[in-house]
């Protein structure tokens, strides 16, 4: 059972909640938290990803960051990085990850870039991505339970 989903990014307050809000509307019966490999810790979502994640209907505003544990890694069934260096630091740096990484673009076969300290139109390009890849992962979750 996929009951406690992971999703990371570096510093917590673009991508990663983001990715969050989407999945916990997805599925709000699951544990699903976000952690940067290299977080801001404390800091809140970026404006941007809150005005995005508004848009689409989902309060991202309580979002404070936090950095990746040991324990996160053991407790999570899923880990979802938003590229290929993120899984491969993953999976080299937390031996409890093996088996259970995947890039967030996983089967689209795309990593999806950091907007951090870019614009809105950055912002907006990188969650149409997150919206895809967790759209196609949301499909797997649901046939896997």
Known sequence: ??????????????????AQG???????DKTI???????LVGYPADPHSIQIMQEQGI???????????????????LILTMDAEQKRYIEKNYPAAK????????FGDFDIPDPYQQDMS???????????GMAELARKIVQIG
């Not at 989407?22 to 709000?28: Q, S």
């Open 59 to 77: 309060d991202i505003s309580g979002h404070r960051a936090q950095r990746l544990t040991d324990r996160m890694v053991r407790e999570a069934d």
């Open 99 to 106: 088996g259970k990484v995947l890039r967030s673009g996983e």
């Open 22 to 28: 989407l999945l916990l509307k997805a599925f709000p």
């Open 33 to 39: 938290r976000s952690a940067g490999i290299d977080a």
């Open 1 to 18: 059972m996929m009951n406690n989903l992971l999703v990371i990014c570096i510093g917590n307050i673009c991508r990663s909640p983001m």
């Open 122 to 132: 950055s912002f907006r390009q990188t969650y149409r991505l997150i919206s895809q």
